[in-house]
């Protein structure tokens, strides 16, 4: 981690650090090309910092649209049930948003909390709630962060609302990059994917 999030989790300024480099006390696990210094985790133990027991679990869970605050409530109820039955400390993060828009406010405070190891376990009901499309990456990223994946049920349980919102939002993005946000030919485009949506949607119910 850069010397900036070191000092903090240690609970020190950069220029105690750097004092501290120039003695020969604490010597930065790598430092780049730039000059830019980074330490370990090993480092941390060293101030008694990485124990589990001082950082949270987080249960995060989202919906797709705002029609569906019904669910993420019950959502929320059902993993908070869980992680008290697990004696877990935690929070939770809520988001409203498609599984393929990774622009959310949950969850890009998700990974900050990650990336700066503040959390050890993130727990969720289904595994698409976290996102729909590159998960192995968000994964990684966990691994890397020392951060546990929790999934409540592994079974796969999609709602055809949902589907359809992530597929309209995918189409979306590459009609605009296209035909260019404002085009005649985007919104049409659009629109006839969300009748075409909507009718089928009429038909199953």
């Known amino acids: 981690m850069s010397i900036g999030k070191f000092a903090k989790r240690i609970g020190v300024n950069i220029v105690t650090l750097r004092r501290m480099e120039a003695r020969g006390e604490l010597i930065p696990a790598h430092v780049s090309s730039g000059g830019t210094r980074y330490y370990s985790?090993?480092?941390?133990?060293?101030f008694g910092k990485t124990s589990d027991m001082q950082k949270l679990t987080?249960?995060?869970?989202r919906v797709s649209t705002p029609s569906q605050k019904g669910d993420l409530e019950n959502q929320v109820i059902y993993v908070k049930s869980y992680m008290i039955a697990k004696g877990y400390q935690f929070e939770i993060i809520e988001?409203?948003?498609s599984g393929?828009?990774?622009n959310k406010k949950g969850l890009k405070q998700l990974i900050d909390k990650i990336n700066n190891q503040e959390i050890s376990r993130i727990v969720m009901l289904y595994k698409d709630r976290l996102i729909r499309f590159g998960?192995?990456?968000i994964e990684y990223i966990c691994?890397?962060?020392?951060?546990?994946?929790e999934i409540i049920d592994h079974t796969e349980k999609v709602k055809d609302e949902e589907l359809r919102d992530d597929l309209i939002q995918i189409i979306t993005v590459f009609a605009n990059r296209l035909y260019g946000q404002r085009s005649k030919k985007t919104k049409r485009l659009i629109d006839e994917i969300k009748n075409n949506a909507n009718s089928g949607k009429d038909k199953s119910d």
């Not at 691994?143 to 994946?149: A, K, P, Y």
């Open 41 to 46: 985790i090993e480092q941390l133990k060293q």
């Open 58 to 61: 987080i249960g995060y869970c």
């Open 95 to 97: 988001d409203i948003g």
């Open 100 to 102: 393929v828009d990774y």
């Open 135 to 137: 998960f192995d990456l």
């Open 143 to 149: 691994h890397i962060n020392g951060v546990e994946l």
